[in-house]
């Protein structure tokens, strides 16, 4: 039974600036090429915006007993310290105080999250550092258990 539930989906104006992008490609195939090549390239545009809806966004989730980012979990018993990050704490940790040995699970568009330490003594992993809307729940949920 899943606890908490967070999806962090791409802001509308992501996915109209990289469909810009696109459609400035197809504009320039078409001027380049005929119209039949114009519509095959929009076709792939518009294709390619829609995957990238379902691709760039993110799910966070907790069961009581192990919490999934995505494809990565990991069990409660190695979870240490969440601190909750606010935007200028994130940005640090995000740029220079980062660890290259630590996992990251960032959205760009979200400038807020939490760190989770890591006290697997087996694992290289220093810390999880999530963005979420909903630190402060994931740390009271963290803590607790």
């Known amino acids: 039974m899943v606890i908490f539930k967070e999806v962090l989906r791409p802001p509308i104006w992501v996915l109209a600036f990289i469909y810009f992008l696109l459609l400035s490609l197809v504009i320039a195939i078409w001027a380049a090429f005929d119209t039949t090549a114009m519509l095959a390239a929009f076709t792939a545009a518009t294709i390619a915006i829609i995957y990238l809806t379902f691709a760039m966004r993110s799910n966070i ?19 240490g310290e969440v ?63």
Do not use: Q
């Not at 980062?98 to 960032?106: K, N, T, V, W």
């Open 61 to 79: 989730s907790f069961d009581g007993n192990e919490l999934r980012i995505d494809r990565a979990h990991i069990d409660i018993k190695y979870l």
């Open 83 to 145: 601190t909750i990050l606010d935007s200028p704490a994130m940005r640090l940790l995000r740029t220079r105080d980062a660890d290259p040995a630590a996992y990251l699970a960032i959205k760009f568009w979200v400038p807020i999250g939490v760190k989770i330490t890591v006290v697997d003594p087996r694992d290289p992993t220093p810390y999880w550092l999530i963005t979420s809307k909903r630190g402060e729940e994931i740390a009271a949920l963290l803590n607790k258990s």
